[in-house]
């Protein structure tokens, strides 16, 4: 299985981002569950997003006003759309999917200038 994400760059605070994540494989079925989680420089990974086959998402404290997460199941692709950023919005993020097991992308830089 293949984690393919995209959409990361440098942006200027209070400017938009998408990010999208695709998975693929021969052996792959399709996803449970589809998210993102984001690590800053010297701090822990954290959660920031995540959407079940039912569509239902879930965001982080931090980010639940500002983001939102949402998938196309026939692409097995999972975006998330981040508004008004902030400069401590800068990290790694790593796309997450739950199959029969977890898989983790390679993560793609977020830079959030003041």
């Known amino acids: 299985v293949q984690l393919q994400a995209s959409g990361g760059g440098l942006v200027q605070a209070g400017g938009s981002l998408r990010l999208s994540c695709t998975a693929s494989?021969?052996?792959?079925?399709?996803?449970?569950?589809m998210g993102w989680f984001r690590q800053a420089p010297g701090k822990q990974r954290e959660f920031v997003a995540n959407?079940?086959?039912?569509?239902?998402?879930l965001l982080g404290d931090s980010v639940k006003d500002r983001f939102a997460v949402s998938r196309d199941s026939a692409k097995n692709t999972v975006y998330l759309q981040m508004n008004s950023l902030k400069p401590e919005d800068t990290a790694v993020y790593f796309c997450?999917?739950?199959?029969?097991?977890?898989?983790w992308g390679r993560g793609t830089l977020v830079t959030v200038s003041s």
């Open positions: 997450r999917v739950v199959g029969d097991r977890v898989y």
């Open positions: 494989g021969s052996d792959f079925f399709g996803p449970i569950d």
């Open positions: 959407i079940g086959n039912g569509g239902n998402g």
